[in-house]
């Protein structure tokens, strides 16, 4: 990738951290899987894609674990690479410039929200089936992608294997109407409708997201500011208090109205007694 007019480089993407774990968890799954039956257990690997595949009429049943669960299984090597590079090539630059902790969320939220596409369309019959078990990072990447296409758009990218560049905001563009095409004629095998999920829940996040966050950081400040309050309200009763019983024990101190001790010398009441030292607030 490169920005326009700049020289073209052949550098990859970092893995940066959050980044790291996916890649890490989704091959970890998929090497586990694949271990299993060398160790006569092949029965193991059966039973987990029962449970953990994204499968309609399940969920709606309550195995709702299924909406995160089907992401990290993957059919074959084939499947699990194509996921895994497209996270890679489009999923550093996002954690870059937004950090870890939003760029899982980012990830979550396309995960979760091309489940709940693929649930909810597959009763209409006209796009899935109910019964049918779907499986693959594909919505977390999808999402990843349009964000790409929306942060980045001008920047230029190799459309493998054809040797040229293409802007990331046409090649997003092209891509949702191939899957739409896909998705509206049946796609065989793959969960076109899920990618498509993917898309529309990563864009949802994009241009919703930072305002949610904004919400989030008000009700923060608020929280923050009233539980000041009520700690510098406490200070004050308590320094009134401690005034009263030292004055029962013939002995003057004040505080001024931030419940801050005030020195003798420096109190325009000359009271008896007291130190020349403070408290440290």
């Known amino acids: 990738m490169r920005r326009t007019g700049e020289p073209m480089t052949l550098s990859l993407p970092p893995f940066t951290r959050a980044l ?3 890649l890490g968890i989704n091959t970890g799954v998929f090497l ?3 271990l299993l039956p060398l160790l ?3 029965v193991v690997p059966a039973y987990i894609n ?3 595949a994204l499968t309609p009429v399940d969920v709606v049943h309550g195995q709702i674990w299924q909406l995160v669960t089907y992401s990290v299984l993957h059919l074959n090597i084939l499947h699990l690479l194509g996921n895994m590079i497209g996270l890679w090539m489009f999923g550093s630059a996002i954690e870059s410039a937004w950090g870890a902790r939003r760029f ?7 995960v979760v929200g091309a489940a709940i ?5 597959s009763y209409t019959h006209l796009l899935g089936d109910p019964t049918v078990p779907t499986i693959g990072a594909s919505g977390g990447v999808f999402a990843v992608l349009i964000a790409f296409g929306v942060l980045f758009g001008d920047q230029e990218i190799m459309m493998i294997p054809f040797p040229f560049l293409i802007k990331a905001k046409y090649f997003i563009g092209i ?4 899957e739409l095409a896909f998705a509206m004629s049946g796609g065989g095998n793959v969960a076109y409708v899920a990618h498509l999920g993917g898309l529309f829940f990563g864009w949802l996040y994009v241009r919703r997201g930072p305002k949610a966050a904004l919400v989030n950081v008000g009700f923060a400040e ?3 500011g009233m539980r000041n309050s009520y700690y510098r309200w406490k200070r004050r009763r308590a320094a009134k208090k401690f005034e009263v019983y030292m004055s029962k024990h013939d002995r003057q101190v004040h505080f001024d109205e931030h419940g801050n001790y005030i020195p003798p010398d420096d109190d325009p009441r000359k009271g008896n007694g007291g130190g020349k030292s403070g408290w440290v607030n």
């Open 222 to 224: 608020r929280y923050y």
């Open 104 to 110: 899982l969320e980012l990830y979550c939220v396309g």
């Open 175 to 178: 891509l949702i109407v191939v």
């Open 20 to 22: 790291t774990w996916l």
């Open 40 to 42: 006569r257990l092949g």
């Open 117 to 121: 596409t693929t649930v909810v369309l």
């Open 32 to 34: 586990l899987m694949a």
């Open 50 to 52: 029962y449970f953990c």
